[in-house]
């Protein structure tokens, strides 16, 4: 019998197939060990194979996709409701091979490899920022045990270790010298490798075009226009501006029933990465608005005169993922107004 359909459930070496034909007549699920991988699926006539969107996902879609079969990726919060009962690596698979067939089911691009190398500099970024975080949190928390203050801010507390590495001391035993230097020192390593991976990702964005396109738009720097391309690419995938707002989880939940409309609160589905980055540079761009309010758009104005500022930078940041994928499926940069 010719398989036709196959639900692939990865593991990191455990993996499950799910097979069957176009009568949906099961043929096979069975698991498979990561070196039987790929001599299976090259025995196989070309198929369709479904997977859940997690990590190497693409890496293991991109090696099936050399032998002709059509790999397909689905999210894993879509392949649940196919899910009958249980939880186990044949059901999963079954569930998965099932969700991949229906006609309205959302799939994710099959990344290349360059994509995923400019998002290891995000993510490796980003686990150093949370470790300096930390770091800082923990150096104030402690030093404020001896009575001594460090001012809020990240300017602050660079400023503090600087003195301490220069040769400050404080008026503390020596034991407790010794682990805020050491702290200190850890804290310049983090904030000068993190420097290191910024600047990297400022000279990747002066190479591809389309970077420097959603620069053109207020309140996206580098780091966030590298970040979207490297995850979305050309935005082809999404119908429109607020399809992408929502799977970025900018939109609010719809909470409707009876032909009552009712909305909740935001989603915050999908990548939280990239909607942290929208939001803070719309904070940012909320901060310039207050100190030069005549560069600013009245429709920002407005809405700051009648939504609290937090509020505000949420809904800047939907606004500015819808203008995200316009500039991106134009291929035009953002005419900038204040209207």
Known sequence: MQVTTIGLDLAKNGFQVHGITKDEEVVFNRPLRRVQLLPFFSKIEPCLIGKEACRSAHHWARELTKFGHEVRLIPPICVKPYVKRGKSDAIDAEAICEAVTRPTMRFVAIKTVEPQALLSLHRARSLLVSQRTQ?????????SEFGVYIAKGLARVVGFAEDIL??????????ANEVIHNLCEHLMVLHTRIRWY??????????DARVR????????????ASAIIASIGDGHQFSNGR????????TPANKSSGGKEKLGRITKMSDQYLRSLLVVGMTSLVRQTKSHPERASKWLISLLERKPARLATVAMANKTARIVWAVLTRNKPYPPHTA
């Open 243 to 250: 399809e992408f707002a929502a799977w970025l989880g900018l």
């Open 213 to 224: 396109l959603l620069r053109t738009i207020p309140g996206v720097g580098a780091v966030t």
């Open 198 to 207: 910024e600047d990297r990702l400022k000279l990747v964005a002066k190479e």
């Open 135 to 143: 770091l800082i949190n923990g150096l104030r928390g402690m030093v």
């Open 166 to 175: 220069s040769g400050e001391t404080l008026d503390l035993p020596d034991i």
